[in-house]
T-cell receptor, first 111, second 113 residues
Protein backbone atom coordinates (compact mmCIF):
# COMPACT_ATOMS: atom_id res chain seq x y z
CA UNK A 1 0.00 0.00 0.00
CA UNK A 2 0.87 3.66 -0.17
CA UNK A 3 1.28 5.64 3.04
CA UNK A 4 2.05 9.33 3.43
CA UNK A 5 1.99 10.78 6.94
CA UNK A 6 1.91 14.38 8.07
CA UNK A 7 0.82 16.02 11.33
CA UNK A 8 -2.82 17.03 11.17
CA UNK A 9 -2.43 20.50 12.67
CA UNK A 10 0.29 22.93 13.70
CA UNK A 11 0.30 26.41 15.17
CA UNK A 12 3.06 29.00 14.89
CA UNK A 13 3.63 32.67 15.56
CA UNK A 14 3.89 35.43 12.98
CA UNK A 15 7.53 36.12 12.14
CA UNK A 16 8.72 32.74 13.40
CA UNK A 17 9.92 29.60 11.59
CA UNK A 18 7.96 26.35 11.30
CA UNK A 19 8.92 22.93 9.96
CA UNK A 20 6.25 20.58 8.60
CA UNK A 21 7.34 16.96 8.36
CA UNK A 22 6.25 14.28 5.94
CA UNK A 23 7.14 10.60 5.96
CA UNK A 24 6.24 8.23 3.17
CA UNK A 25 6.20 4.52 2.44
CA UNK A 26 5.32 3.99 -1.19
CA UNK A 27 5.74 1.30 -3.82
CA UNK A 28 8.03 3.59 -5.80
CA UNK A 29 9.52 7.05 -5.62
CA UNK A 30 10.01 9.53 -8.43
CA UNK A 31 9.80 12.84 -6.65
CA UNK A 32 8.05 14.61 -3.79
CA UNK A 33 5.90 17.73 -4.05
CA UNK A 34 4.66 20.24 -1.54
CA UNK A 35 1.44 22.12 -2.25
CA UNK A 36 -0.25 24.93 -0.34
CA UNK A 37 -4.04 24.97 -0.09
CA UNK A 38 -6.01 27.83 1.42
CA UNK A 39 -9.45 26.95 2.76
CA UNK A 40 -11.95 26.47 -0.04
CA UNK A 41 -9.35 27.00 -2.75
CA UNK A 42 -7.30 24.78 -5.06
CA UNK A 43 -3.81 23.55 -4.16
CA UNK A 44 -0.89 25.57 -5.55
CA UNK A 45 2.56 24.15 -6.21
CA UNK A 46 5.31 25.12 -3.78
CA UNK A 47 8.29 22.83 -4.31
CA UNK A 48 9.64 19.62 -5.80
CA UNK A 49 12.46 17.37 -4.60
CA UNK A 50 13.74 14.30 -6.39
CA UNK A 51 17.33 14.21 -5.08
CA UNK A 52 18.44 14.29 -1.45
CA UNK A 53 19.06 17.69 0.02
CA UNK A 54 17.58 21.09 0.49
CA UNK A 55 15.80 23.18 -2.14
CA UNK A 56 15.37 26.84 -1.21
CA UNK A 57 12.83 29.16 -2.74
CA UNK A 58 12.46 32.47 -0.98
CA UNK A 59 10.87 32.04 2.45
CA UNK A 60 10.12 28.38 1.73
CA UNK A 61 12.60 25.49 1.68
CA UNK A 62 12.03 21.78 1.21
CA UNK A 63 14.29 18.93 2.25
CA UNK A 64 14.35 15.30 1.14
CA UNK A 65 16.03 12.16 2.44
CA UNK A 66 15.12 9.24 0.19
CA UNK A 67 16.84 6.65 2.37
CA UNK A 68 14.69 7.71 5.33
CA UNK A 69 11.49 8.28 3.37
CA UNK A 70 11.34 11.74 4.87
CA UNK A 71 10.78 15.31 3.77
CA UNK A 72 10.11 18.58 5.46
CA UNK A 73 8.85 21.97 4.40
CA UNK A 74 10.42 24.92 6.21
CA UNK A 75 8.61 28.23 6.29
CA UNK A 76 10.53 31.28 7.51
CA UNK A 77 9.38 34.76 8.52
CA UNK A 78 5.84 33.53 8.85
CA UNK A 79 3.04 35.81 7.71
CA UNK A 80 -0.66 35.61 8.50
CA UNK A 81 -1.34 34.70 4.86
CA UNK A 82 0.67 31.49 5.38
CA UNK A 83 -2.27 30.08 7.32
CA UNK A 84 -3.29 27.20 5.05
CA UNK A 85 -3.05 23.46 4.63
CA UNK A 86 0.24 22.08 3.34
CA UNK A 87 0.02 18.88 1.32
CA UNK A 88 2.88 16.48 0.79
CA UNK A 89 2.55 14.35 -2.36
CA UNK A 90 4.67 11.57 -3.87
CA UNK A 91 5.03 10.57 -7.49
CA UNK A 92 5.36 6.81 -7.33
CA UNK A 93 5.75 5.85 -10.97
CA UNK A 94 8.20 7.45 -13.42
CA UNK A 95 6.08 6.39 -16.40
CA UNK A 96 2.86 7.92 -15.13
CA UNK A 97 2.03 11.41 -14.01
CA UNK A 98 -0.17 10.64 -11.06
CA UNK A 99 0.81 11.59 -7.52
CA UNK A 100 -0.51 10.47 -4.16
CA UNK A 101 -1.36 13.15 -1.63
CA UNK A 102 -1.03 13.06 2.13
CA UNK A 103 -3.96 14.37 4.14
CA UNK A 104 -2.28 17.71 4.71
CA UNK A 105 -1.14 19.73 7.69
CA UNK A 106 -3.37 22.64 8.68
CA UNK A 107 -1.10 25.48 9.78
CA UNK A 108 -2.51 28.32 11.86
CA UNK A 109 -0.50 31.50 12.36
CA UNK A 110 -1.17 33.60 15.44
CA UNK A 111 -0.18 37.27 15.75
CA UNK B 1 -2.84 34.32 -18.46
CA UNK B 2 -2.61 30.60 -19.06
CA UNK B 3 -4.85 28.80 -16.65
CA UNK B 4 -7.20 26.00 -15.64
CA UNK B 5 -10.87 26.96 -15.58
CA UNK B 6 -13.69 25.06 -13.94
CA UNK B 7 -17.38 25.70 -14.38
CA UNK B 8 -19.52 26.08 -12.49
CA UNK B 9 -17.82 26.99 -9.20
CA UNK B 10 -20.84 25.78 -7.24
CA UNK B 11 -23.26 23.12 -8.39
CA UNK B 12 -26.37 21.87 -6.66
CA UNK B 13 -28.00 18.70 -7.90
CA UNK B 14 -30.69 16.38 -6.65
CA UNK B 15 -30.11 12.86 -5.44
CA UNK B 16 -29.93 10.60 -8.48
CA UNK B 17 -30.00 13.43 -11.06
CA UNK B 18 -27.06 13.28 -13.50
CA UNK B 19 -24.63 16.16 -13.37
CA UNK B 20 -21.66 17.21 -15.49
CA UNK B 21 -18.74 19.29 -14.33
CA UNK B 22 -16.43 20.90 -16.85
CA UNK B 23 -12.79 21.86 -16.98
CA UNK B 24 -10.81 23.69 -19.62
CA UNK B 25 -7.17 24.66 -19.88
CA UNK B 26 -5.13 27.12 -21.89
CA UNK B 27 -1.79 25.60 -20.84
CA UNK B 28 -1.76 23.01 -23.64
CA UNK B 29 -0.78 20.31 -21.15
CA UNK B 30 -0.89 16.65 -22.12
CA UNK B 31 -2.30 15.37 -18.86
CA UNK B 32 -5.62 16.27 -17.21
CA UNK B 33 -6.80 14.94 -13.86
CA UNK B 34 -9.99 14.83 -11.84
CA UNK B 35 -9.80 14.72 -8.04
CA UNK B 36 -12.48 14.48 -5.37
CA UNK B 37 -11.72 16.26 -2.13
CA UNK B 38 -13.86 16.08 1.00
CA UNK B 39 -13.45 18.37 3.96
CA UNK B 40 -10.06 18.04 5.72
CA UNK B 41 -9.05 15.12 3.49
CA UNK B 42 -6.45 14.64 0.80
CA UNK B 43 -7.47 15.09 -2.83
CA UNK B 44 -8.40 11.64 -4.13
CA UNK B 45 -7.55 10.92 -7.75
CA UNK B 46 -10.55 9.63 -9.72
CA UNK B 47 -8.94 9.34 -13.15
CA UNK B 48 -6.56 11.05 -15.51
CA UNK B 49 -5.93 11.39 -19.23
CA UNK B 50 -2.57 11.37 -20.90
CA UNK B 51 -3.62 12.91 -24.21
CA UNK B 52 -6.57 10.65 -25.15
CA UNK B 53 -5.33 7.72 -23.10
CA UNK B 54 -7.77 7.28 -20.19
CA UNK B 55 -6.52 5.96 -16.83
CA UNK B 56 -9.13 5.01 -14.27
CA UNK B 57 -8.26 4.47 -10.62
CA UNK B 58 -9.19 1.02 -9.37
CA UNK B 59 -11.39 2.37 -6.58
CA UNK B 60 -13.25 5.01 -8.61
CA UNK B 61 -16.96 4.08 -8.57
CA UNK B 62 -18.65 3.28 -11.90
CA UNK B 63 -20.98 6.18 -11.16
CA UNK B 64 -18.14 8.51 -12.22
CA UNK B 65 -17.29 8.85 -15.90
CA UNK B 66 -15.10 11.22 -17.83
CA UNK B 67 -14.71 12.54 -21.37
CA UNK B 68 -11.89 14.45 -22.99
CA UNK B 69 -13.05 15.53 -26.47
CA UNK B 70 -9.91 17.55 -27.18
CA UNK B 71 -6.70 18.77 -25.50
CA UNK B 72 -8.38 21.75 -23.88
CA UNK B 73 -11.52 20.27 -22.35
CA UNK B 74 -12.31 17.53 -19.89
CA UNK B 75 -15.66 16.62 -18.32
CA UNK B 76 -16.66 14.73 -15.21
CA UNK B 77 -20.06 13.03 -15.39
CA UNK B 78 -21.73 11.73 -12.25
CA UNK B 79 -24.53 9.48 -13.46
CA UNK B 80 -26.54 9.12 -10.26
CA UNK B 81 -25.19 11.37 -7.51
CA UNK B 82 -25.60 10.18 -3.96
CA UNK B 83 -25.31 12.20 -0.77
CA UNK B 84 -21.79 10.81 -0.32
CA UNK B 85 -20.70 12.42 -3.58
CA UNK B 86 -21.00 15.92 -2.16
CA UNK B 87 -17.45 17.26 -2.27
CA UNK B 88 -15.07 19.65 -3.98
CA UNK B 89 -14.08 18.41 -7.43
CA UNK B 90 -10.70 19.58 -8.60
CA UNK B 91 -9.38 19.51 -12.14
CA UNK B 92 -5.64 19.68 -12.69
CA UNK B 93 -3.22 19.57 -15.60
CA UNK B 94 0.46 18.80 -16.04
CA UNK B 95 3.00 18.72 -18.81
CA UNK B 96 4.24 15.15 -18.19
CA UNK B 97 7.84 16.34 -18.64
CA UNK B 98 10.32 18.05 -16.33
CA UNK B 99 9.05 18.54 -12.82
CA UNK B 100 5.56 17.57 -13.99
CA UNK B 101 3.93 19.67 -11.27
CA UNK B 102 0.18 19.89 -11.42
CA UNK B 103 -1.76 23.09 -11.98
CA UNK B 104 -5.16 23.11 -10.36
CA UNK B 105 -8.37 24.84 -11.28
CA UNK B 106 -10.42 26.62 -8.59
CA UNK B 107 -12.67 23.61 -8.11
CA UNK B 108 -16.41 22.96 -8.29
CA UNK B 109 -18.19 22.47 -4.99
CA UNK B 110 -20.97 19.95 -5.50
CA UNK B 111 -23.96 19.81 -3.18
CA UNK B 112 -26.42 16.91 -3.43
CA UNK B 113 -29.90 17.49 -2.00
Amino acid sequence: GQNIDQPTEMTATEGAIVQINCTYQTSGFNGLFWYQQHAGEAPTFLSYNVLDGLEEKGRFSSFLSRSKGYSYLLLKELQMKDSASYLCAVKVDSSASKIIFGSGTRLSIRP
Amino acid sequence: DAMVIQNPRYQVTQFGKPVTLSCSQTLNHNVMYWYQQKSSQAPKLLFHYYDKDFNNEADTPDNFQSRRPNTSFCFLDIRSPGLGDAAMYLCATSRRTGTDEQYFGPGTRLTVT
